[in-house]
T-cell receptor, first 116, second 115 residues
Framework: GAVVSQHPSWVICKSGTSVKIECRSL??????MFWYRQFPKQSLMLMAT?????????EQGVEKDKFLINHASLTLSTLTVTSAHPEDSSFYIC????????????FGPGTRLTVT | AQSVTQLGSHVSVSEGALVLLRCNYS??????LFWYVQYPNQGLQLLLK??????LVKGINGFEAEFKKSEASFDLTKPSAHMSDAAEYFC?????????????FGAGTRLAVHP
């Protein structure tokens, strides 16, 4: 149980285009989902926290107009990288939490984005 | 603010040897502590967690960790390393000003296991 999927697993896009990454909780309802960014050989940095039906809360330094997050249902959150640039190339990982009193996050397999 | 320090970005052990990965944290409130493992190009898998209660926590794949409040540490151990344990390991903490909602990760320790 507690499986989280991400789609696509990797994507290559041209500079200036937008790309959408999906995060789904497959066997549970996720009240909260998180989006992380991981640079090569580095740790995970939290980008934003999203609760179903409400606006995402972005971490300091993360451009909310560039990284659009939508958490439209209890099983789906999307991250859209708008007007992507090569510096946006990274590994993006989502996680999901099952309930308000559940402190464990279940992580997706990640999406590798390369912007050319 | 909370922070996590993992001592040693790379650890190398022989197969069958003890694995010890060090983690220190800072938190103004009782922390929740986690260890995750990441294999190449994959997401994170929870190894174990400490929320409260017994300070010795057992996890999957033979790993365990001990919460030492006086030392602000949460070291990960495994008595006998296996080749399949080679991966990146992350210690994480939640609590404090960020609340128990957010995880703060350490920089990670890459474990290499050689024959």
């Amino acid at each position: 149980g507690a499986v989280v999927s991400q789609h696509p697993s990797w994507v290559i896009c041209k500079s200036g285009t937008s790309v959408k990454i999906e995060c789904r909780s497959l066997d549970f309802q996720a009240t909260t989902m998180f989006w992380y960014r991981q640079f090569p050989k580095q740790s995970l940095m939290l980008m934003a926290t999203s609760n179903e039906g409400s606006k995402a809360t972005y971490e300091q330094g993360v451009e909310k107009d560039k990284f659009l997050i939508n958490h439209a249902s209890l099983t789906l959150s999307t991250l859209t990288v708008t007007s992507a640039h090569p510096e946006d190339s990274s590994f993006y990982i989502c996680s999901a939490r099952q309930g308000a009193r559940e402190y464990e996050q279940y992580f997706g397999p990640g999406t590798r984005l390369t912007v050319t | 603010a909370q922070s996590v320090t993992q001592l040693g970005s790379h650890v190398s052990v022989s197969e069958g040897a003890l694995v010890l990965l060090r983690c220190n944290y800072s938190s103004s409130v009782p922390p929740y502590l986690f260890w995750y493992v990441q294999y190449p190009n994959q997401g994170l898998q929870l190894l174990l967690k400490y929320l409260s209660g017994s300070t010795l926590v057992k996890g999957i794949n033979g790993f365990e960790a001990e919460f030492k409040k006086s030392e602000a540490s949460f070291d990960l151990t495994k008595p006998s390393a296996h080749m399949s344990d080679a991966a990146e390991y992350f210690c994480a903490v939640s609590g404090g000003s960020g609340g128990y909602n957010k995880l703060i990760f350490g920089a990670g320790t890459r474990l290499a296991v050689h024959p």
